[in-house]
């Protein structure tokens, strides 16, 4: 794919994936963001971004995205944070962290 295709943000509405969708905006790139939006207020963003409220272990979502918009790259912030409670509580980490993680990455690579 061309280097000016779109680039696909997962947890692009949190604090670092949201300053990386801001500076690839600002730098020129066409950026479409996909966020559970389950880390709370959503970063501020440019209103020319799309933001689509999904999951990153949807593979018929990531699939639709990636055609839609012609991603061409992926910067994948989406995860929980939370050790204390990652700790207590280490399941949920488990699923999103890694294994819709993978989710993402097998539908990335067939795309």
């Known amino acids: 794919m061309s280097d000016r ?3 696909l943000v997962t947890g692009g509405a ?3 994936g949201g300053h990386f969708a ?3 905006h600002e730098a020129g790139r066409e950026v479409v963001v996909l966020d559970d939006l389950s880390g ?3 970063a501020p963003l440019p209103k020319a971004l799309r933001v689509v ?3 990153i ?3 018929a979502r990531v699939r639709a995205l990636c055609a839609e918009h012609r991603v061409g790259a992926v910067a994948h912030f989406a995860g929980k944070i939370c050790v204390g409670e990652s700790v207590v509580d280490p399941q949920p980490y488990f699923d999103v962290n890694l294994v ?3 989710t ?3 539908t990335l690579r067939e795309h």
């Open 5 to 7: 295709s779109t680039i």
């Open 14 to 16: 949190g604090f670092v």
């Open 22 to 24: 801001r500076a690839a």
């Open 40 to 42: 709370g207020a959503p």
């Open 53 to 55: 409220t999904g999951d």
């Open 57 to 59: 272990g949807d593979a």
């Open 100 to 102: 819709r993680s993978l």
């Open 104 to 106: 993402l990455l097998q």
